[in-house]
């Protein structure tokens, strides 16, 4: 495949470098290329044109002038006409700030993006980056028909900007018009220069045309399209927007899509592309959001860089796992019938299980990776049993059950949040905490509660022994001798609680709609809210109040982490 690179030299305010490339090479001769920029009702108004001229080698070179920066618009648009006025190739990039430079790759997937967006646009009578990137995430595929852009541009207008669709959903629960607002500037640009934006993923377009094989093009692009999960999270944390919000906020766009009736106008080969993209962006959020929460309240409470570094190391790994399984079917995305053809044997429900499997397998990589050693938690019980003189702590300290009731070690975040609270009271700190009272979900059952014979912890080996077990919230009032130890212990009993109560909604193979699992993410995050609420603690002796991000990542670092 020829490469066709325009280098575009902007006399001030912005520089941008593009490049142009296509599944059918451009020739050599005239072209012109215009810029426009996208207005805030969704037209265009060109800026400029000039004339260009393609090598033998396919590269095209011409000058610009100043261009606007993002401080005037959100997006700039680049389309390029042959010599008899018809348009090869269109591309889309967000403006950059003044001084700094950004990058665009126009190719065939650029060209059908570029074109979604700008119907969604004119269609919604805005430049709304959410909308933008919502599509941008959709498409995957260049095997777009002329009715499909209109479909897609319908689709997402009614998942994006409808009252019942994504930013219906964040104004509804808990984001301020102005944090709405500051989430659609941080997609754009982002004050903190080591965060994703769409700047990123224009990039990987741009790395798409550098490349010199079909193959590694389409790498690229793939590993663009993954990135808009980061994109996303990193501008709700820009807009100070809970991440939790914006994973319901996009299965409510998802719930928007369907209900509007547009789906049935996009061809079969692109709604399967479609349907993968979204699975997959769907997935990343999760880990996205996962990954940056934890990350966060580690630093919170002091965690080593040793530490730090072990949970780093594993979500790294988690996403070059997840980057694997996008370039090992990049094929599938961008033509699901195509791969289909060529892998016989395949269908559509074989390769999203295969999909899954990879998925499920770098999540079990992950948390194992993130978990504390046997040596580790030894060494936490010996600092809680020196700083709190004749404790005796459960058996089963340092351990917790999975959905499925497998016992396994603390990750080792919960290590860094229990040797912090032993810190506090180890210099003198107080530690007081109000039980909530939520019914305990039918999961807990068979290991939350107390038997008539007070050696035995779970209902099994109760009733294996001749005792009486009773489903319950344990008293750990008189646990130890430690008051402020005891407090911990129901606390971290009441978030194990609300957690397995926001799961319950899965229970016996139940298939839960989204409605019910945005409603259970809702009241998960109430229940913190509230046992946050609860949680009351000093630093020192002098009474130095724990902050409320050192509650928050408490809280947090009690819970197990989950994708979802």
């Not at 950004?102 to 993006?113: E, P, R, S, W, Y």
């Not at 996205?288 to 309240?297: I, L």
């Not at 294996?464 to 009773?470: K, M, R, V």
């Amino acid at each position: 495949m020829k490469r066709n690179i325009i280098r575009v030299i902007g006399a001030a305010a912005a520089l941008l470098v593009a490049g142009v490339q296509g599944a059918l090479a451009l020739t050599a001769g005239s072209y012109s290329v215009t810029v426009s920029k996208l207005n805030g009702n969704g037209t265009l108004s060109d800026l400029q044109t000039v004339s260009a001229t393609a090598d033998t080698s396919g590269k095209l070179s011409f000058t610009l002038s100043t261009l606007p920066t993002n401080a005037d618009v959100n997006f700039l648009v680049f389309t390029i006409k042959d010599a008899n006025g018809v348009i090869v190739r269109k591309g889309l990039v967000p403006a950059p700030p003044a001084g700094n430079a950004n990058k665009i790759g126009i190719n065939d997937l650029a060209t059908v993006q570029a074109d979604a967006f700008l119907k969604g646009a004119e269609l919604a009578g805005s430049d709304d980056p959410v909308l933008a990137a919502y599509l941008l995430v959709l498409l995957r595929s260049p095997q777009v028909t002329p009715s499909d852009i209109v479909a897609l541009g319908n689709l997402g207008k009614a998942a994006i900007l409808g009252g019942s669709g994504f930013e219906g959903y964040v104004a509804t629960n808990g984001a301020t018009p102005a944090k709405l607002a500051a989430l659609k500037k941080c997609l754009v640009y982002n004050p903190d220069g080591t965060k994703k934006t769409l700047k990123h993923f224009a990039e990987g377009f741009f790395n798409a045309v550098e490349s010199t094989t079909a193959g590694a093009a389409q790498d690229e692009m793939q590993k663009a399209g993954g990135l808009m999960a980061d994109v996303f999270m990193d501008a709700a944390a820009c807009a100070d927007i809970e991440l939790g919000v914006i994973t319901n906020a996009h299965e409510a766009a998802g719930d928007a899509a369907q209900a509007s009736g547009y789906m049935g106008g996009i061809s079969s080969t692109v709604m399967k592309s479609l349907d993968s993209s979204m699975s997959a962006f769907h997935r990343k959020v999760g880990m996205v959001k996962m990954v940056a929460e934890y990350t966060d309240a580690l630093k919170v409470l002091g965690a080593t860089g040793t530490q730090v570094d072990q949970f780093v190391a594993a979500a790294t790994a988690l996403a070059q796992a997840s980057a694997a399984i996008d370039t090992q079917y990049k094929d599938f995305y961008s033509d699901p019938d195509a791969y289909l053809s060529s892998h016989p044997g395949s269908n559509l429900t074989t390769i999203k299980q295969a999909i899954d499997t990879l998925y499920q397998n770098a999540w079990t990589t992950f948390q194992s990776a993130i978990a504390a050693s046997g040596a580790d938690i030894a060494a936490l019980k010996a600092a809680i049993t020196t700083t709190l003189s004749g404790i005796v702590l459960p058996t089963d300290f340092g351990t917790f059950r999975d959905t499925t009731g497998t016992q396994k070690n603390w990750p080792v975040q919960q290590v860094v949040m229990v040797k912090w609270l032993v810190g506090l009271i180890a210099n003198g700190g107080i530690v007081t905490y109000t039980r909530t009272t939520p019914p305990i979900p039918t999961m807990m059952q068979n290991w939350l509660g107390t038997c008539s014979n007070t050696q035995y912890w779970d209902m099994m080996h109760c009733q294996q022994n001749g005792g009486t077990w009773t489903s319950q919230r344990r008293d750990y009032s008189h646990m130890t001798p430690s008051a402020a130890f005891n407090s911990y212990l129901g606390l971290q009993e009441d978030v194990s609680i609300a957690e397995m109560t926001k799961f319950s909604i899965w229970d016996n193979n139940a298939q839960p709609t989204s409605t019910q699992r945005q409603t259970a993410e809702l009241s998960f995050i109430a229940a913190l809210m509230t046992i946050q609420g609860n949680f009351v603690a000093t630093k020192n002796a002098a009474g130095m109040a724990v902050t409320d991000a050192e509650k928050e990542a408490m809280v947090k670092l009690m819970l197990q982490p989950h994708a979802d």
